[in-house]
T-cell receptor, first 112, second 114 residues
Framework: KQEVTQIPAALSVPEGENLVLNCSFTDSAIYNLQWFRQDPGKGLTSLLLIQSSQREQTSGRLNASLDKSSGRSTLYIAASQPGDSATYLCAVTSGGTYKYIFGTGTRLKVLA | DTGVSQNPRHKITKRGQNVTFRCDPISEHNRLYWYRQTLGQGPEFLTYFQNEAQLEKSRLLSDRFSAERPKGSFSTLEIQRTEQGDSAMYLC????????????FGPGTRLTVL
């Protein structure tokens, strides 16, 4: 059974810092891994999607890497801003139905 | 293309009442998924449709829950005899048959059971 874990559960950093969020999964047989952002009480905003054959994806200040063999992904946020404050979720797609298996998220707070 | 839409966005109900949520997927997306997210947790898979056929249901989907997708377009999720433990965000997602591994999520319906 696929399980997804995110560390740390919460993180508070001063503005301007570079930071790394971690995601691990137990079964390497995934189709892809996706990072989402969720603001309080809101839906999911897709940030980056990494196919299983890819090693990383970049969008602006965000960079996500994937090491499928070790079951790990990292989301790197450069020069953090207060507007980055949110919960970050990672999810993997596996199985015949392609359903997403989510981690419990990392709650990020960037202090001005 | 307006994305996945869900209605209502918020629903407050009393324990024991029935509620129904609607999800309209992206046009021509033949796959539709329902997830539930409780406070402080990641979303959890509930059920999945391919066209009008419901192909998988999670054990989380008790017999008080029923989902339909008539004609393979919009979907409804009904909860009968709601309980306080049903309070959660209900998320819908859809994907296209040519890109089955990429789901697009709606804004969710937040249910509060008093």
């Amino acid at each position: 059974k696929q399980e997804v874990t995110q560390i740390p559960a919460a993180l508070s950093v001063p503005e301007g810092e570079n930071l790394v969020l971690n995601c691990s999964f137990t079964d390497s047989a995934i189709y892809n891994l996706q990072w989402f952002r969720q603001d309080p009480g809101k839906g999911l905003t897709s940030l980056l999607l990494i196919q299983s054959s890819q090693r990383e994806q970049t969008s602006g200040r965000l960079n996500a890497s994937l090491d499928k063999s070790s079951g790990r992904s990292t989301l790197y946020i450069a020069a953090s801003q207060p507007g980055d404050s949110a919960t970050y979720l990672c999810a993997v797609t596996s199985g015949g139905t392609y359903k997403y298996i989510f981690g419990t998220g990392t709650r990020l707070k960037v202090l001005a | 293309d307006t994305g996945v839409s869900q209605n209502p966005r918020h629903k407050i109900t009393k324990r024991g009442q029935n509620v129904t949520f609607r999800c309209d997927p992206i046009s021509e997306h033949n796959r539709l998924y329902w997830y539930r997210q409780t406070l402080g947790q990641g979303p959890e898979f509930l059920t999945y449709f391919q066209n009008e056929a419901q192909l998988e249901k999670s054990r989380l989907l008790s017999d008080r829950f029923s989902a339909e997708r008539p004609k393979g377009s919009f979907s409804t999720l009904e909860i009968q005899r709601t309980e306080q433990g049903d309070s959660a965000m209900y998320l819908c997602a859809s994907s296209h048959q040519d890109h089955v591994d990429t789901q697009y999520f709606g804004p969710g319906t937040r249910l509060t059971v008093l």
